[in-house]
């Protein structure tokens, strides 16, 4: 008897407030330790250019690649609880800044569109936090609405002028790895 299905999947993380690795490292151990996640894989990391308003510092991003036996629903409300276990609070400010954002970017080749949820993420494609960490871990993954590999979104982005040299810069290997967890 085989275990449950499972779906590859990829997170990004951010943090421009506080002990911005920490928040990172702690997000990525709370995956680690959720019932149905496993395989985890990290991104370096990157600073990059705060989006929204003004008086921001600057970001710490990477994205994490897990395989999940989690619906989606699932895996967005265990962001959620790891969001608040760091310390952030939702004001209804958009793009304001945050001890730690968690979205979820790709889930398998599913396209879902519902409140509160739509996968791929609507502007992964749009912004260079997210494709820079993701192209270092899956350059030839297809976008499943878009049609496009990963890398081929990132050099359309580069391409346009949107993506300014120096707005994403390495900041350091991804965080430690761990051995591959045996399924939940």
């Given at each position: 008897?085989?275990?449950p ?44 250019e ?6 921001q ?23 959620f ?18 001890s730690?954002d ?8 599913l396209?879902?569109?519902?409140p ?15 494709l ?13 609405r ?25 900041w ?13």
């Open positions: 008897m085989s275990g299905q499972t779906t590859v999947a990829f997170v990004s993380l951010g943090s421009n407030l506080g002990d911005r690795a920490a928040h990172l490292e702690g997000a990525l151990a709370g995956l680690r330790a959720t019932p149905g996640v496993s395989a985890l894989r990290c991104s370096s990391l990157y600073e990059t705060p989006v929204g308003p003004p008086g510092g600057p970001y710490l991003n990477a994205v994490a690649r897990l395989e999940t036996s989690l619906a989606p629903r699932e895996l967005l409300a265990r962001l609880t790891l969001e608040r276990a760091a310390g952030r609070t939702r004001s209804g400010v958009r793009n304001e800044a945050r730690l968690l979205d979820l970017l790709l889930f398998g080749p396209c879902l569109d519902e509160g949820l739509c996968v791929p993420h609507p502007r992964l494609h749009e912004r260079p936090f997210v820079a960490p993701l192209r270092e871990l899956a350059p030839d993954l297809c976008h499943p878009l049609r496009r590999s990963v890398a081929e979104l990132a050099a359309a982005l580069e391409a346009s002028g949107a993506w300014r040299p120096g707005a994403v810069t390495p350091g290997p991804p965080p430690a790895q761990e051995a591959p967890a045996s399924r939940r």
